[in-house]
């Protein structure tokens, strides 16, 4: 059965909270990082509350209501264009369901909401070995070809004294 007909991609209710929690932990392990249980619980309940501007969706099977991926996207205000920009920053799809079209799925309800709220553009960053994804996103965004850096107060800090 093709996914589209499996697949239903919803707001997250509170009761997704475990099963949200165990796709996001695997979204951290692929990305060799951690969180503390603090900043979990923040993440979730700044999402189920929406009381920041971080939102969340929830690729579900349609038969039991099953969460099988997730993605967080916030609006932000930019210099080149009056309207807002959403930014997808997490995109994770259970290693069970990957190759069965959830991950469009959730890009494009993501694009939808976005466009609901005039937003101009939908943008991600994904890591360079990510080539899995990458196969998905090169078919539906483009890739203008800006490199990322993250500024570490820190290193910064340290090396001013």
Not at 37 to 42: A, F, L, R, V
Not at 46 to 65: D, F, H, M, Y
Not at 133 to 156: H, P, S, T
């Amino acid at each position: 059965m093709p996914v589209q007909t499996e697949i239903v991609v919803t707001s997250f209710a509170a009761s997704d909270k475990e099963r949200w929690k165990e796709l996001w932990t695997a979204y951290l392990a692929f990305y060799e990082t951690t969180l503390a249980d603090e900043i979990i619980e923040s993440t979730w309940q700044r999402i189920i509350n929406k009381s920041g501007s971080l939102r969340g969706l929830g690729a579900r099977i349609r038969s039991t209501g099953k969460l099988v991926g997730l993605t967080h996207f916030l609006l932000h205000e930019s210099a080149w264009n009056p309207r807002p920009a959403c930014y997808l920053q997490d995109l994770f799809v259970d290693p069970d369901q990957r190759g069965t079209g959830v991950g469009r799925l959730l890009i494009e309800a993501v694009a939808d909401k976005a466009r609901a709220l005039e937003c101009y553009k939908v943008h991600w960053l994904t890591h360079q070995t990510n080539t899995t994804a990458r196969r998905l996103y090169d078919n539906l965004a483009v890739n203008e070809g800006f490199i990322r850096y993250d500024f570490d107060y820190d290193k910064y800090d340290r090396a001013a004294k």
